[in-house]
């Protein structure tokens, strides 16, 4: 029983929405709807005036859609939200970039802005908006300053590769991680981010758009290419492999790993038998132990390993859960995990 009310906004331009979804929440004991909005500057006004524990935001919206008034909201006062998506390609490519500016969740409407299906995700919607009240949120720390690749140099020699692994508020924090690295960093570098099959593609196409690497989503047998960051797709498992000289990755449908397709154990595992001490791993936000099991075979192969550290997580789950099965080498907050790569690999010209 939790002690007091789950304090909640939801706002949408479906009044039939807003309805519905105040009648799944309010259906709960442990949550009350103290506002409801129908456009983003409503978001923001409520954000301030009712100051909610979390709240529910349609993506598109007239005068101001979700996306814009999130972006208001994580810069000023920041709040856990949760987006509601549509499925159409524009809806999904918005929703990326909500995660990546900082939503916590998402919840995908299943055909049509009126649908009566919402209520089947009654459940998953009750579980979502109690754990995004329970979130951690706070602005992001990525630093905007791009660098020149005339500034720096690569600096290891032989072969490496960078893994990571992310889930709930992992987006944000990718973000936040590669953003410090320049078009000439000269490792390959894999990620598994826990997201919908409709997502991944968007999220290599979002990412790629923000930061000087060149990203993309894995195709079976992908040669891993220095400079270039490698989103695993949604429910395929991503496994490194070797063949003469040459490495790349191997996309199969194997049975899931601790409940999730693709799994970090899976890549990070497959990196350090072909990269040994050359793998380094880094874990951040998000639930569960995927990735725990892998982190430690890195370390076994005497590779590296970074967390990102509780304060700065949506959901410290998985980098606890990789701390307690195989230590540590480095854990702080995702720019930071960011400029330590930068660190390792790169140097003044």
């Known amino acids: 029983m939790i002690s007091q009310k789950i304090r909640a906004v939801v706002v949408d331009d479906s009044s039939f929405m807003v309805t519905i979804l105040t009648d799944i929440l309010e259906g709960d004991e442990n949550i009350e709807v103290v506002g409801k909005g129908k456009n983003g500057e409503e978001a923001i006004e409520l954000n301030e005036k009712k100051d909610p524990d979390v709240m529910l935001m349609d993506i598109e919206m007239p005068i101001m859609d979700g996306l814009t008034a999130l972006k208001k909201i994580m810069s000023d006062n920041p709040t856990p939200v949760i987006i509601i998506s549509g499925m159409e390609n524009k809806d999904v490519n918005m929703a990326v970039e909500a995660l990546t500016a900082g939503a916590v969740d998402y ?84 990620i598994v981010q826990h997201i919908p099959p409709e997502f991944s593609t968007h999220l290599a196409s979002t990412l790629d758009k923000k930061i000087e690497l060149n990203v993309k989503e894995a195709a079976d047998r992908e040669p891993l290419k220095e400079g270039f960051v490698y989103v695993i797709p949604s429910d395929r498992h991503g496994n490194v492999v070797k063949r003469g000289s040459k490495r790349y990755i191997k996309l199969d449908k194997k049975p899931k790993v601790n409940g999730v397709r693709p799994s970090a154990d899976y890549l990070f595992s497959s990196a350090s038998e072909v990269y040994g001490s050359n793998t380094v791993g880094v874990v951040l936000s998000g639930m569960g132990k995927d990735g725990a099991e ?16 509780s304060d700065s997580c949506v959901v410290y789950g998985m980098p606890k859960a990789a701390k307690k099965k195989a230590g540590s080498d480095f854990e702080d907050r995702p720019s930071k995990i960011g400029e330590m790569l930068l660190d390792m690999f790169m140097g003044s010209s």
Request: proline share 5%; hydrophobic share 35%; charged share 30%.
């Open 294 to 309: 892998g982190s430690e075979s890195i370390k076994k192969a005497g590779g590296f390993l970074a967390v990102q550290e």
């Open 107 to 190: 919840i995908q409407k299943t055909s049509g802005t009126l649908s009566l299906d919402i209520r089947k995700k009654s459940d998953e919607i009750i579980k979502k908006v109690k754990k995004g009240a329970q979130t951690g949120i706070e602005e992001s720390d990525k630093t905007e300053k791009k660098i020149e690749e005339s500034v720096l140099k690569p600096k290891k020699t032989g072969e490496y590769i960078v893994t990571i692994a992310s889930s709930t508020g992992g987006v944000r924090a990718l973000d936040d991680v590669l953003a410090p690295l320049p078009k000439n960093f000269p490792v390959p570098i894999a």
